[in-house]
């Protein structure tokens, strides 16, 4: 003959009640951070009835195991005294500790950036593309260069770029240099 065995949950209902809030409440004190950005556009881009047509800059930073490479349209480059291709290689940084680190020369990114802002100041629009296996936080401190504007104009080394406030205007809002960015497929 066979019994029925009858489970007894209450142990494990009042572990499981008092487990949820306390999931609830630790996930409470957890930061999620949003960066927003825009999917590549596909399709030919719509023009503007009767209006002249501006020449767009399509700015681009390349992200590589090498470096970065800015790339803009040469002829509005050329015009404003920029370079269309700057490669800004990885770079040499010495620590605190005294330990010398081969890293991205995000300093050099941020001000040749600047630069381009300064000569086309109504560009809003950033592409950033990457190869495939680049980590997301390179990608996500390339966004980072590229979003917001600094106090300073131009930064020599990774402690004072890394410790630099961003730049306000009159309102108190963070001024910015390329707000739409744009992942773009490397070609």
Same mark, same amino acid.
């Given at each position: 003959?066979?019994?029925?065995?009858?489970?007894?949950?209450?142990?494990?209902?009042?572990?499981?009640?008092?487990?949820?809030?306390?999931?609830?409440?630790?996930?409470?004190?957890?930061?999620?951070?949003?960066?927003?950005?825009?999917?590549?556009?596909?399709?030919?881009?719509?023009?503007?009835?009767?209006?002249?047509?501006?020449?767009?800059?399509?700015l681009t930073v390349l992200v590589t195991s090498e470096g970065f490479v800015i790339k803009?349209? $040469? +002829?509005? !480059?050329?015009?404003?005294?920029?370079? @269309?291709?700057?490669?800004? *290689?990885?770079?040499? #940084?010495?620590?605190?500790?005294?330990?010398?680190?081969?890293?991205?020369?995000?300093?050099?990114?941020?001000?040749?950036?600047?630069?381009?802002?300064?000569?086309f100041r109504n560009e809003q629009t950033i592409n950033i593309t990457a190869d495939p296996d680049m980590p997301w936080s390179t990608?996500?401190?390339?966004?980072?260069?590229?979003?917001?504007?600094?106090?300073?104009?131009?930064?020599?080394?990774?402690?004072?770029?890394?410790? $630099? +406030?961003? !730049?306000?205007?009159?309102?108190?809002? @963070?001024?910015?240099?390329? *707000?739409?960015?744009? #992942?773009?497929?490397?070609?």
């Open positions: 003959m066979e019994e029925d065995a009858d489970i007894d949950l209450k142990p494990i209902m009042g572990l499981i009640c008092i487990l949820i809030p306390l999931l609830v409440y630790a996930f409470s004190f957890y930061e999620i951070k949003v960066q927003p950005v825009a999917a590549p556009r596909v399709g030919a881009p719509s023009g503007e009835a009767g209006g002249e047509e501006k020449k767009p800059l399509n803009m349209d $040469a +002829s509005l !480059a050329v015009e404003q005294g920029l370079e @269309p291709d700057i490669n800004i *290689p990885k770079k040499d #940084f010495r620590m605190p500790d005294g330990k010398v680190v081969r890293d991205f020369d995000f300093p050099e990114l941020y001000n040749r950036l600047i630069q381009v802002k300064r000569k990608i996500a401190r390339v966004i980072d260069a590229a979003r917001v504007e600094l106090k300073e104009e131009k930064y020599t080394d990774l402690k004072s770029y890394s410790e $630099a +406030s961003e !730049a306000t205007d009159e309102e108190g809002k @963070p001024k910015l240099l390329f *707000p739409q960015v744009v #992942f773009a497929v490397a070609e």
